[in-house]
């Protein structure tokens, strides 16, 4: 997440880290064939955490016959929330805050188009829904963090600690989360970036001070994560210092998650050594064989990578 100002000098406490904002749609920016950034607008924005990086909010969407619920403004939203009745419940969505102007009270969520509709016609899924019928004013409910929490960095599963050398792999959903991290590094670290989208056509500037390569795959008619795979396998290959110097002293084993039905995620803490991590987002199927790429194959030790199943083809992200 990029970032125009600096924290308040707040008083912080041990409140919960997270809390609802209540926002409404400023504008809405065609940026690619498959990304649409919206700006929402709220009062108390500027208490937006700004810790930024790859952390996780949630959308709280409208039901097609009523606006969102109101869960307060405090800690105590997920229980309000589950109280609601089956059928009143919004449905909740995991985004990454793209940019963050807390003084202007504005945040920027970038939105990914897919190219397909339900059986109805109609687009699937609640966020995109909602997006397909928003314009100016329209309202939603942002859950994210709290700059008044101790805890506001909740959510963030970018652990490098002091390691310099990186890879950041995923697809169209992990490019906010590549930015926010592109935008932390200097000219200390050396980043290569890998990114599979739908089309050429939706590569984006993603500013950084680090030395980085910055590779758009497009994906066009090719299986969903070719490209990215065949790019990782060509990146170890190409880096076998790196790989060397990042291997675990024993042979790993690796849980077979079932990523149809499990959460495949895990970011662990950084080792205590070593000049190399990895972040691997995207498509869980994807993200699982990257993982047994740099894992089980090169050996690499998995506590130098961090792999997040953000979303599973096929299937609707569980509230």
Not at 249 to 267: G, K, M, R, Y
Not at 279 to 288: D, P, Q, R
Request: glycine share 8%.
């Amino acid at each position: 997440m990029l970032t125009s100002a600096a924290a308040p000098q707040l008083e912080r406490d041990d409140r919960p880290p997270y809390r609802p904002f209540h926002v409404r749609v400023s504008r809405i920016r065609h940026l690619s064939p498959h990304f649409r950034r919206v700006t929402f607008t709220g009062a108390d924005l500027d208490l937006f955490g700004r810790d930024g990086l790859d952390q996780r909010i949630k959308l709280l969407l409208p039901l097609p016959d009523s606006p969102v619920a109101d869960l307060g403004a405090d800690g105590d939203w997920y229980s309000r929330w589950l109280a609601l009745p089956d059928e009143r419940r919004n449905p909740l969505r995991t985004y990454t805050v793209r940019a963050l102007r807390p003084e202007a009270h504005e945040l920027d969520v970038d939105f990914v188009i897919h190219p397909h509709h339900g059986p109805t016609g109609h687009v699937d899924g609640p966020a995109a829904r909602w997006l397909a019928g928003a314009d100016a004013g329209s309202e939603l409910v942002i859950v994210g963090p709290d700059v008044r929490s101790l805890h506001s960095a909740s959510g963030i599963d970018w652990r490098p600690g002091a390691a310099t050398c990186f890879l950041l792999a995923g697809d169209e959903t992990a490019v906010p989360g590549i930015a926010g991290i592109l935008a932390s590094l200097d000219e200390r670290h050396r980043v290569t970036v890998l990114v599979e989208v739908p089309d050429a056509g939706d590569a984006q500037e993603l500013p950084t001070l680090a030395r980085a390569d910055v590779r758009w795959l497009a994906r066009g008619d090719a299986e969903r994560g070719a490209r990215l795979q065949d790019a990782v396998s060509a990146w170890i290959a190409d880096n076998p210092a790196v790989v060397r110097g990042a291997a675990a002293a024993v042979a790993q084993q690796l849980d077979d998650v079932d990523v149809d039905v499990e959460l495949l995620w895990d970011s662990p803490d950084a080792a205590d050594d070593g000049e190399f991590h990895a972040w691997l987002a995207g498509e869980a199927a994807v993200i699982k064989k990257l993982r047994r790429l740099l894992v089980t194959d090169a050996g690499v030790d998995r506590r130098r990578v961090a792999f997040m199943g953000y979303w599973r083809h096929g299937r609707a992200e569980q509230n």
